[in-house]
């Protein structure tokens, strides 16, 4: 679940510390990525979060226009034939979709932007945004993996299996991006993940 709450764009007034850019965060389910971007939004409250577009069912305590906008096929093909998406992809047999609108608000306003994305809308944007920072979290372990995503969901995770089976694939794409956070430990990751954003984005 996103730390992003209606609101925090709103609350944030101040002068940004960060550059304007695309920060792309890649991981199999379940690797931590929503956790270590909350973390940091909520340390850098000018980071904007990106809510994609999805058909998949809600989850849990998700809300609609908080985690994703929830939207049926029907509205996703018709956003998608009229060009709002910047980015689209199926992942987990689910379409998801990046708003183009979302990311030139977020740039234009001189503050960054991040997505957690998967590694084929990864792929899309750092061809659109070249100069966007890619990071891949990678879980200590497979099984690891797997006790995390039954113990987040009770056991009730959307297509458990099939996120498994690409997590195996997606771990081969991890070189593709500049850089690697193992997220065993969760504060050495979120340290390790801070320092990359402030070496790449900090201004002063
Ligand atoms: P993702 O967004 O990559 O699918 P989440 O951030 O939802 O993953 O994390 C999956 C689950 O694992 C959550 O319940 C989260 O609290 C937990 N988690 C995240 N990082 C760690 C860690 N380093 N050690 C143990 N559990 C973790
Ligand atoms: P979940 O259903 O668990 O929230 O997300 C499943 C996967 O879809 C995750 O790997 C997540 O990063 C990815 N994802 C979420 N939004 C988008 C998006 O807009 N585009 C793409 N390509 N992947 C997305």
Do not use: W
């Amino acid at each position: 679940m996103k730390a992003f709450r209606p609101g925090h764009i709103l609350r944030f007034s101040g002068e940004s510390r960060l550059k304007p850019r695309l920060i792309i965060v890649c991981a199999p389910s379940g690797a931590g990525k929503s956790t270590l971007c909350a973390r940091i939004v909520n340390e850098y409250p000018e980071i904007i979060e990106n809510v994609s577009f999805t058909t998949r069912p809600m989850r849990g305590q998700e809300e609609d226009g908080v985690d994703y906008f929830f939207i049926d096929q029907e509205e996703f093909e018709e956003k998608k034939a009229r060009g709002f998406f910047v980015e689209s992809a199926t992942v987990h047999n689910h379409s998801y979709g990046v708003s183009q609108a979302q990311i030139e608000t977020a740039l234009a306003s001189g503050r960054p932007i991040i997505l957690d994305i998967d590694v084929q809308g990864a792929k899309t944007l750092t061809a659109k945004f070249q100069d966007a920072l890619t990071i891949f979290v990678m879980p200590p372990s497979i099984e690891e993996l797997k006790r995390r995503l039954e113990l987040r969901d009770q056991g009730k995770t959307n297509n458990l299996e099939l996120r498994i089976q690409n997590a195996t694939k997606e771990l081969k794409e991890a070189d593709k991006f500049k850089y690697n956070v193992v997220n065993a430990d969760l504060e050495v990751a979120y340290e390790e993940f801070k320092k990359i954003v402030e070496m790449e984005l900090g201004t002063s």
